[in-house]
């Protein structure tokens, strides 16, 4: 089974408004994915499509890349990412339910880190439910450290929000969470444009 990485477009607001009404209450409304789509000079939006492309070595496997959606493509899971004055913010990310234990989460959240890397953010933030400890463990293997509580942060439920922080100039954080990503990168085999981007030194 091969995954491919990819910027989201807007012919996939569909598919993965459908994902996030599985696994969020309130889902986003279509038209929020349209105008995230449109600030892409802070928004990063990332899908993963799945069992669609052959595998070929080195940089051959990107000239086959589809420039559009493939008839029938089946979007397994996405992330959306804010990065403003050095700080990425992780807004979202979730697979279908039907591709979980699959990797597929870690990779998508290895592919954010990266560009968050690669734009030379000095922090990653997010804020996940307290309840949730599968994507709490998820984000503590990459290095992310509790750094607060939001009070009645989720209106559903009126649950708390924690607040995860990974600091990228902490050589013992930035450390773990390379060697987490390279990991992630080498257990799933996978196609990444996400991230067709100039690497620097130390780039997982």
Known sequence: MN?????MRP????QVAAIDA????????????RDELGMRNHSHLVVLCD???????????????????PPGERIAGYGGMWLVAGEAHISTLATHPDHRGLGY????????????????????VLEVRES????RNLYQKF??????????????GNEDGCDMRLDLDDPEARNQVLQQCKMVRAKVIH?????LIPQPFGYP
Request: hydrophobic share 40%; charged share 25%.
């Open 11 to 14: 012919e996939d607001i569909d």
């Open 143 to 156: 290095g992310f450290r509790l750094f607060g509580m939001k009070a009645g942060y989720y209106r559903e």
């Open 132 to 135: 949730n400890r599968v994507a």
């Open 22 to 33: 599985h696994c969020f209450r309130p889902p986003w409304p279509k038209h929020s994915w």
């Open 191 to 195: 196609v990444d444009t996400f991230n």
């Open 51 to 69: 069992g669609l492309l052959p595998r070929l070595p080195g940089w051959r496997r990107h000239l086959q890349l589809p420039r559009s959606r």
């Open 105 to 124: 989460g870690e990779l998508l959240l290895a592919a954010l880190i990266r560009r968050a890397l690669a734009r030379q953010a000095t922090s990653v």
């Open 3 to 7: 995954v491919h990485l990819r910027p």
